[in-house]
């Protein structure tokens, strides 16, 4: 059962910020975040393996509440390169080989 | 560099026809995995691999076969009996530590006419 991703899309000017959140109705075991530019290949961002964890890189930050089952990613002071699509990764306790689950993305689109 | 390789980038297959895409790593990662991608759908998990000779059916196996012979390698064979194959079909790979991501190869694209 796929996690579910919101919004679907977002318009940001330059500098704005905004939030991507990834819900799960099942228990969670970590929580993967992955950009993919049109026609490229999804690349890794961050992982979240504990509950109440939170991690930030650049501008980009992240955090996993394990009891309500979601993880959200924020992006501060938006950037043109920071267009593109983000999709979470779930893994679920019991899940052989670390084998992800994914959203149906959320597609970012930063103009000038 | 290490890396993924997938090919080709694009291929195109009459209806009827199995077809294999290869998939080959040289970041010495055990774990393999393949998914396919449809527009808004996301990525959905078809098989992947955690040893050599060694595979588990994902959520949409149905239609789609694997090897793993070697290490390096994880073909995916789309057969007649996949029923809607056109897709981007990306390979990915997995170091052993749990905080590690995944990394994709470049994707292929594939299209039934």
């Known amino acids: 059962q796929q996690p579910v991703q919101s919004p679907q899309a977002v318009i940001l000017r330059e500098g704005e910020d905004a939030v991507i959140n990834c819900s799960s109705s099942k228990a969670l075991y970590s929580v993967h975040w992955y950009r993919q530019k049109h026609g490229e290949a999804p690349v890794f961002l961050m992982i979240l393996l504990k509950g109440g964890e939170q991690k930030g890189h650049d501008k980009i930050s992240a955090s996993f509440n394990e009891k309500k089952q979601q993880s959200s990613l924020y992006l501060t002071a938006s950037q043109l390169s920071y267009s593109g699509t983000y999709f979470c990764?779930?893994?679920?306790?019991?899940?052989?080989?670390?084998?992800?689950?994914f959203g149906k993305g959320t597609k970012l689109s930063v103009i000038p | 560099d290490g890396g993924i390789t997938q090919s080709p980038k694009y291929l195109f297959r009459k209806e009827g026809q199995n077809v294999t895409l290869s998939c080959e790593q040289n970041?010495?990662?055990?774990?393999m995995y393949w998914y396919r991608q449809d527009p808004g759908q996301g990525l959905r998990l078809i098989y992947y691999s955690q040893i050599v000779n060694d595979f588990q059916k994902g959520d949409i196996a149905e239609g789609y076969s694997v090897s793993r012979e070697k290490k390096e390698s994880f073909p995916l064979t789309v057969t007649s009996a996949q029923k809607n194959p056109t897709a981007f079909y990306l390979c990915a790979t997995k170091d052993g530590p749990a905080n590690y991501g995944y990394t994709f190869g470049s994707g292929t694209r594939l299209t039934v006419v």
């Open positions: 970041l010495n990662h055990d774990a």
């Open positions: 990764g779930v893994m679920r306790p019991g899940a052989g080989s670390y084998q992800l689950t």
